[in-house]
């Protein structure tokens, strides 16, 4: 769902404004799913991803110094596109999928990296986290919380990186507040519709209108 918020506000905001207003908002709903899992996390997972993902969010960061809007926008449509391939490959492999992907350090490298720089150069790292977590067979609920307490502390990491590169400001943060109410409002609405929503149908569209965007964007 992530990737289809990122690719929407791109195009209502310049490309590197988009980021930091996400951020904020992704912050506050970490918050409740960390607190509704708090007791479903499996840390050596996490623990082990630490190092790289430093080393992609650092790469992220210089790369976000240097490009403008225009040249960011691109780069998150090749971005999102990349997680896109990625999702539906997994999805039409499944349990293969994930059996064909090894369990060494070089994964565990690669993962981290590339999660950390998709995760600060456009706030969608979903599809990668997906992936690792997915491979190491986490029950369901272990799934969610590890994954969810993964993206509060990437987040709370990029909060600094994005206010020294001016993306995260006095504006952006009173619109942010502004949008709070909408957040808990949209977060107590998607527990009640979700469930009527037949996956496949959901995950099909989220999907679609990203992909949309994503190849608008490179456009």
Known sequence: MVILVVTVLTFIFPAKESVG????????????AVTYYRR?????HLISLIPWVLIGIIAGYFVLSQVSSEQLKPLIGIIVLTMIVLQLTRQKFGKRF????PTSLWFVALMGILGGFTTIVGNAAGAV??????V???????FIGTAAWFFL??????FP??????LINQASLTFNLWMVPAIIAGVFIGIKILPLIPKKVFGRLVLGLAALGGIN???
């Open 161 to 166: 990186f994005y206010l020294q590169l001016g």
């Open 217 to 219: 964007l490179l456009l």
């Open 129 to 134: 986290m997906t992936i690792y977590l997915l």
């Open 98 to 101: 994930n059996q064909l992907l």
């Open 40 to 44: 479903n996390v499996v840390w050596k």
């Open 21 to 32: 207003i996400l951020l904020p908002m992704l912050l506050v709903g970490d918050i409740f």
């Open 153 to 158: 502390y990437v987040n709370l990491i990029k």
């Open 136 to 142: 190491k067979g986490l029950s369901k609920e272990d």
